[in-house]
């Protein structure tokens, strides 16, 4: 196996993504904004995608989008306290759906919650 080494071979940790990042944005009545998300733990990040087809395939077809290099992402949302960015995200909860309404049932057992419980040893038994 032939191993060359390179003296100016980037660290692991330096990301720049490949051109240009597709950021999905809401238009306002002062135009575009892009839109912070958040993730699995709840911290905000930005979101940018590296082609169209992951775009909508997360998003959706009707999402807008602006063109925005990484350094210009990262300028717009860091006043808003977003350092983070996450490119090509794959995973997104669908969109929220309205459940069936079913009528409570009126018995007894339905007034008091199941998860409430009569302490042990109350002063009644005493």
């Known amino acids: 196996m032939n191993q060359r080494l390179y003296t ?22 002062l135009g575009h904004t892009a839109r912070v998300f958040r993730t699995a733990l709840g911290d905000r990040t930005a979101v940018a995608f590296t082609s169209e087809e992951r775009l909508t395939a997360v998003l959706g077809p009707d999402q807008p989008w602006i063109t925005l290099a990484e350094p210009a992402l990262r300028a717009l949302t860091e006043p808003l306290g977003v ?7 794959q995973l997104a909860a669908p969109a929220p759906r309205s459940l069936p309404r079913h009528p409570a049932p009126a018995t007894a057992a339905a007034a008091e919650p199941p998860h409430v419980r009569q302490p042990v040893g109350s002063a009644a038994d005493r």
């Open 83 to 89: 350092t983070a960015l996450t490119l090509d995200p």
């Open 8 to 29: 100016e071979d980037p660290e692991p940790s330096e990301r720049h993504p490949a051109g240009p990042l597709l950021v999905p944005v809401r238009s306002g009545p």
